[in-house]
């Protein structure tokens, strides 16, 4: 579950439940293994730290992935370099009216992907076909990432635009 919601507080709820299971398994295998010497006249008073130091260097390390796992969103992390190269084919094929897009940002919160950009399109254009080319775009996006939060800013194209300072 906790990787279908890409939840960090459900993947360490996970973690700890494991490390209790793993704990309480590494102890019977401990106690079990000095009991079993013991019946047959040999001592591995030994096997009780090694178990420990094992289950000691498996918490740590799930503690280290966990702590970077749980790190990355906090530094507002971009979506992959994949999911960024899809999300700007989509955009290149749905509106092959614009002359363009910029400005392209995303970031990731657990299992949502938050996007937005600058949609430059002809400035003639209508209010309603611009809100089209958008629904398209953000539709083709939400198919490929369902949860997906989209924003778009349209802008006309920059038209050249005469220097205030050239004198003629």
Excluded: Y
């Excluded at 939400?142 to 924003?151: K, N, R, Y």
């Amino acid at each position: 579950m906790a990787r279908e919601e890409e939840s960090v507080a459900l993947a360490a709820d996970a973690l700890h439940l494991k490390a209790d299971v793993l704990t309480s398994a590494g102890v019977a295998v401990g106690l079990g293994g000095i009991w079993l010497a013991g019946l047959f006249g040999h001592s591995l008073a030994i096997l009780d730290p090694l178990v420990a130091i094992a289950l000691a260097i498996f918490i740590v390390k799930e503690a280290i992935s966990m702590l970077n796992e749980a790190f990355q969103p906090l530094i507002d992390q971009s979506m992959s370099p994949e999911e960024l190269a899809m999300t700007s084919r989509i955009i290149t094929e749905c509106c092959p009216a614009a002359s363009g897009f910029h400005d392209l940002r995303s970031r990731r919160a657990g299992r949502r992907r938050h996007i937005d950009f600058h949609l430059t399109l002809p400035p003639e254009m209508s209010i309603g076909e611009a809100h089209d080319i958008c629904d398209r775009i953000e539709h083709a996006i939400m198919q490929q990432l369902p949860h997906a939060i989209v924003l778009i800013h349209v802008e006309p194209e920059e038209q050249e635009i005469p220097s205030p300072l050239a004198i003629n």
